[in-house]
């Protein structure tokens, strides 16, 4: 049973940066795909970038494109999401997720999810 657990959220000034992490455990070393989602009060959950953990291709939502940078360390089993020159609209519930298969979409099909960190900007 795969375990996601966020944590490095907060607030910050626009134009800040912070770093978004996620402990990753029970799922097969090296096999599936992790992600970073965000929720906005009183929207739908949205993509904000994902990878493989065996290595490759990234994907990012345009609106982050440039800004956040998502990492994987095999090591230590945990995904990062490092975001810089946060906006106001960046502020959101940031979810870590994980799927064991390929999908077409990037930001579709994950089963597993964390509870959420809390990223303010002002």
């Known amino acids: 049973h795969v375990q996601l657990v966020e944590s490095g959220g907060g607030s910050v000034q626009a134009g800040g940066s912070l770093r978004l992490s996620c402990q990753v455990s029970?799922?097969?070393?090296?096999?599936?795909?992790l992600a970073w989602f965000r929720q906005h009060t009183g929207k739908e959950r949205e993509g904000v970038a994902s990878?493989?953990?065996?290595?490759?291709?990234?994907n990012y939502a345009d609106s982050v494109k440039g800004r956040f940078t998502i990492s994987y360390d095999k090591a230590k089993d945990t995904l990062y999401l490092q975001m810089n020159s946060l906006q106001p609209e960046d502020t959101a519930l940031y979810f870590c997720?994980?799927?064991?298969?390929?999908?077409?979409?990037?930001?579709?099909?994950?089963?597993?999810w964390g509870q959420g960190t809390q990223v303010t900007v002002s």
């Open positions: 029970g799922h097969r070393y090296g096999y599936g795909y």
């Open positions: 997720a994980y799927r064991d298969s390929w999908t077409s979409a990037w930001d579709r099909g994950f089963n597993y």
């Open positions: 990878l493989y953990t065996g290595g490759g291709n990234t």
